[in-house]
């Protein structure tokens, strides 16, 4: 027998696309170009926020969240594996629920302007 934690939630679609706008409102917990998104005092607090929303634990929408994103990440992923020789009854979209939810983070890693040194351009990327 394993001590394991239990999920004290139980995650339906329509609970974690609440989860999703929560987190969307909350920008200083996504948006690296947000004056608060590396100040972890602010984040937890927003984190604890949502977690109050959602009656449960922070730790616990935390995981959650965590585990969203990642799978966002490997639909988009998929998504751009595509090749140009694929036929369009090949082409990859998405039909996982929360896909289309999760789009505004797609942008969050873009680049930005690039500055020329000489002959080499320099892009700038927001860690």
């Excluded at 939630?9 to 920008?27: A, F, H, R």
């Excluded at 036929?87 to 998405?94: I, L, M, R």
């Amino acid at each position: 027998m394993t001590d394991q934690p239990t999920s004290s939630v139980e995650w339906s679609n329509e609970k974690c696309l609440l989860l999703i706008d929560l987190y969307k409102e909350s920008t200083n917990l996504w948006n690296t170009k947000h004056k608060d998104y590396r100040n972890r005092y602010i984040r937890q607090d927003s984190l604890l926020e949502i977690s109050k929303h959602m009656d449960t634990s922070k730790e616990e929408v935390d995981r959650k969240l965590k585990n969203l994103i990642c799978h966002f990440w490997r639909e988009v992923k998929k998504v751009k594996q595509q090749r140009s020789g694929d036929g369009a009854d090949e082409v990859y979209c998405s039909k996982w629920f929360a896909f289309k939810s999760f789009e505004f983070l797609k942008d969050r890693n873009d680049c930005r302007p690039t500055i020329e040194t000489g002959t080499v351009q320099v892009c700038i990327i927001n860690t």
